[in-house]
């Protein structure tokens, strides 16, 4: 069994610059790490280019029997091209989507205005795949899709639900024309509570930006504000723990 040994392997150096974001896209390849979010990546049929793992785990069961190419590396290998302190020996390199508009048939959307923090970037797709929402769009001055700890914090979300990278004035009208509301996040005790919003079937939730909230220009383009009553002391809720709130409280499906 070949096995690669040495970080300065020019393979070994490809993988470890995927972790930017300027590699990512001349590429159009990302990685991904560890048995959870491989064995996500597996799931879908072509996304695999190639894995990467140490010797002593067996790849000749599922769900790791691919037909992906796979090489074996070191243990300093795998710590180099990780990006977490507890690597678990096993990498894919996988191709990016770029999910079209036309094969969209949703009725569920969360709409994302400049979040900035990878973390939250990751637990907004998580949060909207677990309530049932049918897209999530990041809009311009959001955390990379592909970066490795929005990967890491989405789970494997973003294999479940299209992720799209767009201008959002341009969605929210276009939602609103197709007569779907749009509901945006507020820190404003004059708007609508969101308990005053019977749950509906389609709707467009849209978050802002960590310290800023929603860009002013976006906000005069909403159907309603919503906003999330504070009962202690703290100014605001983490982004990822309002749009939770909110995209259970506002949707209405058959298993929410």
Known sequence: MEIIHST???????????QMKKE????????????HLVEEALKQDGFVQELFALPEIDLTKAPFDTAAKVTRISREVAHFISETKAEQGIFAVVK???PSIMMLFGKKFLLVD????PGNIGTLIRTADAAGYDAVVLGTGSADLYNPKVIRSAQGSHFHLPVFSADLHVWVENLKEEGVP???AILDKEACSFEEIPKQETLALLVGNEGQGIAPELIDKVTAGVYIPIYGESESLNVGVAA???MYALAKSENI
């Not at 990512?24 to 048995?35: D, K, Q, S, W």
């Open 182 to 184: 749009v509901y945006g």
């Open 8 to 18: 300065k392997n020019e393979r070994v150096k490809q993988l470890r610059k995927l």
């Open 96 to 98: 990016m989507t770029s």
């Open 114 to 117: 400049r979040v900035q923090d």
């Open 244 to 246: 939770g709130i909110l």
């Open 24 to 35: 990512r896209e001349a590429t159009g390849t990302y990685l991904v790490e560890g048995f």
